[in-house]
């Protein structure tokens, strides 16, 4: 008789020794003769060889008496976990432990709510094609002079994502009706001369992780592609109340992982043969091509920072905390944050003042307020950087280095944190497939497309073999990243280097730091997949935009879009655009 995958990870449950291990990898003695899929039969109880080949997983070893003497508490922790699991738990439930970046023993200094952008020197082009490409500082510009018209400037993205979407599957679901309605309030407003913000009447592509009432959002994965909330998530409130005009929802990866959705692979406007990156995939590429303003974007793991990349964009992955996540997809409720995709590094400026904030429906959020000011002076400002990134990293790398020393910053050796910090990636896998574990125990994970042994369904069974004794380690080992990382940044305005050069990514994910992706030249490369494989000798390449990065101390994204803003004006090369858009 076959055995179907809940009878199974009903019988792995968490023990005082493995999370599960038992029951997947052994069998009772009494049960050794093969079943007809081709796999050993898993016995009915729990014995002391069950434990035995359970130890293989967790690298430890325990006398046979030891074994026995653990019987029966394991038996009692299943049938506990059975109980357990026996809960709805929908994915709007968190757990009560929050996460908070800010260490003890070091004040994170107040910040008044205030945004001083540059001047706009330039008038309203002739054509729809530079309108559309024009940032988001400079539209605004235009429609609080009347110039142009919310409702022009959206019916100009609206016909770009009817006339190219086809080719980059950036949109999963697009909503004119309600980008009409709402361009037509941002223009009553204009003609009544209430302004509401620097997004009034600013058309965005909103990920489609995030909650909008009465319009689908799928989380990208086909479990959920008829999925429609009844509110509003937090972020798009605000957004609201700013006076942004919602385009649509862009394509996300299944479940915040890669550029896969359940329709489609959302392909990068550079070179249309490869995909986004992920898994802010669609905002990235709608944004590049011209489809809209700007996109929102969320991070657990680099879903703003790589596919800014692979796309020529500029990404903001704001501090952990800044921004609300109610009503939105929770991967990881210690590491999402969400995040602009803008074609411009201060864009991203104006839209962390419309969306920074405290909610208390997220409990994780802090009372902070946000600055810009684009008239600070960068040569004042002290950043570090790590010798050998650079020496790794490309021309495109070393020329943001350039141009930062041009502009008359003082640089220096930057020391990295020397802990090795590997084993954190692992709270994104535990986590998820907390968040996520009804697909795993109902089998319905085989619903999703991608099946491949980095892909979700995968990885989060094998999370249910991390021991708790283990994760509470793992963020312990966090802490002490969080204190060396503290430590480091003492003396900095900022840190400069290649994306994801010396796990930094990783690092600065789990520890909450901000971190800005801007554009610094080109480079050839082959088509790149999800996970960057290296390609065949010989493979054809295409000239794509690169990209470096700047990251800040908490809550300090002012400083590193100052920064960031002074480099694209040195380097030159933000304005370029995509062929064939």
């Not at 896969?260 to 990068?268: P, S, V």
């Not at 930094?504 to 971190?515: C, D, F, I, V």
């Amino acid at each position: 008789m076959k055995t179907n995958r809940r009878d199974i990870l009903r019988g792995a449950a968490l023990t005082g020794v493995v999370a599960g291990a038992g029951a997947l990898v052994a069998c009772d003695e009494r049960a050794k003769a093969p079943s007809p899929t081709g796999v050993d039969a898993v016995g009915d109880k729990i014995s002391s060889r069950t434990i035995a080949e359970a130890e293989k997983l967790q690298g430890i070893s325990f006398t046979p008496a030891e074994r026995e003497q653990m019987i029966g508490d394991i038996e009692g922790k299943l049938e506990a976990l059975a109980r357990l699991r026996a809960v709805d738990m929908p994915n709007t439930d968190a757990p009560t432990l929050l996460f908070d970046p800010r260490l003890p023993g070091k004040s994170v200094r107040s910040q008044k709510n205030i945004l001083v952008l540059s001047k706009v020197e330039r008038p309203l082009p002739d054509e729809d094609v530079d309108i559309a490409f024009a940032s988001v500082v400079e539209q605004g510009e235009w429609l609080r002079a009347g110039a142009i018209s919310a409702t022009r400037l959206t019916e100009i993205y609206l016909r770009r994502i009817e006339q190219y979407d086809a080719k980059l599957r950036a949109f999963i679901t697009v909503a004119p009706g309600v980008a009409r309605l709402q361009a037509a309030k941002a223009d009553k407003d204009f003609a009544t001369g209430r302004v509401r913000s620097a997004l009034q009447g600013i058309p965005y592509g909103l990920k489609d992780l995030v909650d909008t009432k009465d319009i689908k959002t799928t989380w990208g994965a086909t479990p959920y592609k008829t999925r429609t909330p009844d509110n509003d998530a937090q972020i798009v409130r605000k957004l609201q109340r700013a006076g942004a005009v919602m385009l649509g929802k862009t394509s996300c990866g299944a479940l915040a992982y890669g550029d896969q959705w359940f329709d489609a692979r959302t392909k990068n406007p550079w070179n249309i043969k490869e995909g986004s990156s992920g898994s802010s995939a669609g905002s990235a590429s709608a944004t590049a091509a011209g489809l809209c303003s700007f996109g929102v974007g969320t991070e657990t793991l680099g879903s703003i920072i790589s596919p800014s990349e692979r796309c020529g964009a500029t990404g903001l992955r704001p501090t952990f905390g800044r921004v609300s996540r109610h009503g939105v997809m929770a991967l990881c409720w210690s590491l999402d944050k969400l995040g602009a995709i803008c074609r411009s590094v201060e864009d991203t400026a104006a839209v962390l003042s419309a969306v920074n904030g405290y909610d208390a429906d997220d409990p994780s959020t802090a009372r902070i307020g946000f600055t810009y000011d684009s008239a600070v002076d960068v040569s004042g400002m002290t950043v570090g950087y790590v010798p050998a990134w650079f020496e790794e990293g490309d021309a495109a790398d070393r020329a943001g280095l350039e141009a930062l020393r041009g502009l008359g910053v003082t640089v220096k050796e930057f020391s990295w944190p020397e802990l090795s910090f590997d084993a954190l990636v692992e709270i994104v896998l535990v986590e998820s497939a907390a968040a996520f574990s009804d697909l795993t125990l109902s089998g319905r994970d085989d619903e999703l497309l991608w099946q491949e042994p980095q892909a979700w369904p995968n990885t989060w069974r094998a999370a249910r073999f991390i021991s708790a004794v283990d994760y509470v380690q793992i963020d312990r080992l966090r802490r002490k990243l969080m204190q060396e990382m503290r430590a480091a940044f003492e003396g900095f305005d900022a840190l400069i280097g290649p994306h994801f050069a010396g796990g930094a990514l990783l690092a600065t994910n789990m520890t909450g730091h901000p971190q800005l992706a801007l554009r610094a030249g080109f480079a050839q490369k082959p088509n790149r997949t999800t996970t960057d494989n290296e390609p065949a000798e010989g493979a054809e390449t295409f000239r794509v935009p690169r990209g470096v990065s700047l990251w800040g101390d908490l809550f300090q994204e002012g400083k590193i879009i100052t920064l960031g803003a002074a480099m694209e004006k040195a380097l030159d090369v933000a304005g370029e655009r995509p062929s064939g858009f």
